[in-house]
């Protein structure tokens, strides 16, 4: 029999977390805002450009929708990939990029 090998793995063997940039739609969940993450892409059979959207539930900790709202819609976020907090939450906020104008 051949003697079995082990291959390196990297101490951290998760890597990074992604990250996405987008604007919140809707802050009137409690501990939860709505991100809508927009990008461009190339149809893959005909090459016409798309703008492609995607809706992503974020974790905010410090945000008590009727008392406390910490994060307003049409705040640009990034947001970042962590372990599942219910069943659509798999994102966090990490900072508010850009404050909405009319707040």
């Known amino acids: 029999m051949a ?3 082990q291959t390196e793995t990297p101490a951290d063997g998760r890597g990074r977390p992604k990250t996405r940039i987008g604007i919140v739609t809707s802050n009137k969940m409690t501990k939860t805002v709505v991100v809508t993450v927009r990008r461009r892409a190339s ?3 005909y090459g016409k ?8 539930k ?3 900790e410090d945000h008590d929708y009727p ?3 910490t994060i307003n819609e049409g705040d640009k ?3 970042a990939e962590t372990r599942p ?3 659509d939450k798999r994102w966090r906020v990490v900072k ?7 707040a």
């Open 67 to 69: 008392k406390k709202s």
């Open 43 to 45: 149809h893959a059979e």
């Open 96 to 102: 508010v990029i850009e404050r909405a104008g009319n």
């Open 85 to 87: 907090m219910s069943k």
């Open 49 to 56: 450009i798309q703008t492609l959207r995607v809706k992503y």
């Open 58 to 60: 974020a974790h905010v």
């Open 77 to 79: 976020v990034l947001i």
């Open 3 to 5: 003697p079995e090998t």
